[in-house]
T-cell receptor, first 113, second 112 residues
Framework: QQQVKQSPQSLIVQKGGISIINCAYE??????FPWYQQFPGKGPALLIA?????SEKKEGRFTISFNKSAKQFSLHIMDSQPGDSATYFC????????????FGTGTRLQVTL | DAEITQSPRHKITETGRQVTLACHQT?????MFWYRQDLGHGLRLIHY???????NKGEVSDGYSVSRSNTEDLPLTLESAASSQTSVYFC???????????FGSGTQLSVL
């Protein structure tokens, strides 16, 4: 059972364009939604995160949009650069003391010149 | 600087053999996790620990075991390796309520 569904599986964007990756969740008990970025041969690293009490979080060229009623959230990369080429994972954290992350299936982003 | 290290980086083994992957962190984090990464499946949680002597099963724990005898280490053991366990394995650690996981660089395991 995939609790966090991520799309698309892969994405090709031209330099300067906007990259958009979408995620949907089912469990309303999730209370924290991070995005992780992974470069080839490396482990994932936290990129940006949002809590469900806000609808948008922006850090530089990276923005998370969050729609609580639709149980969806998305990552927008503005002015995409070749250095953004990586795999991106959305995730959701279960609430309570035994909190752990459930990850989406990942999106491989390629930014072309 | 604090870090999390995994060893080995690459491992080839035969079906039926016992294999142990090491994970060592110097963050002094209570929480440690093992994930496997497979194309089309993303990162799936195998086992996790919230402190010494604490271990818990994740969503894909069959065929794997962990033990936590100190804060720094969470070794992952494949009791009898199977070809279905060919994967990239990541260890991670965090403090508090897991708002930021720190991942190791991964172990590429091939079971032939």
């Amino acid at each position: 059972q995939q609790q966090v569904k991520q799309s698309p599986q892969s994405l090709i964007v031209q330099k300067g364009g906007i990259s958009i990756i979408n995620c949907a969740y089912e469990n309303t008990a999730f209370d924290y939604f991070p995005w992780y970025q992974q470069f080839p041969g490396k482990g994932p690293a936290l990129l940006i995160a949002i809590r469900p009490d806000v609808s948008e979080k922006k850090e530089g060229r990276f923005t998370i949009s969050f729609n609580k009623s639709a149980k969806q959230f998305s990552l927008h990369i503005m002015d995409s650069q070749p250095g953004d080429s990586a795999t991106y994972f959305c995730a959701a954290r279960s609430s309570g003391t035994a909190s752990k992350l459930t990850f989406g299936t990942g999106t491989r982003l390629q930014v072309t010149l | 600087d604090a870090e999390i290290t995994q060893s080995p980086r690459h491992k080839i083994t035969e079906t039926g053999r016992q294999v142990t992957l090491a994970c060592h962190q110097t963050w002094n984090h209570n929480n440690m996790f093992w994930y496997r990464q497979d194309l089309g499946h993303g990162l799936r949680l195998i086992h996790y620990s919230y402190g010494v002597q604490d271990t818990n099963k994740g969503e894909v724990s069959d065929g794997y075991s962990v033990s936590r005898s100190n804060t720094e280490d969470l070794p992952l053991t494949l009791e009898s390796a199977a070809s279905s366990q060919t994967s990239v394995y990541f260890c991670a650690s965090s403090g508090g309520r897991n708002e930021k996981l720190f991942f190791g660089s991964g172990t590429q395991l091939s079971v032939l």
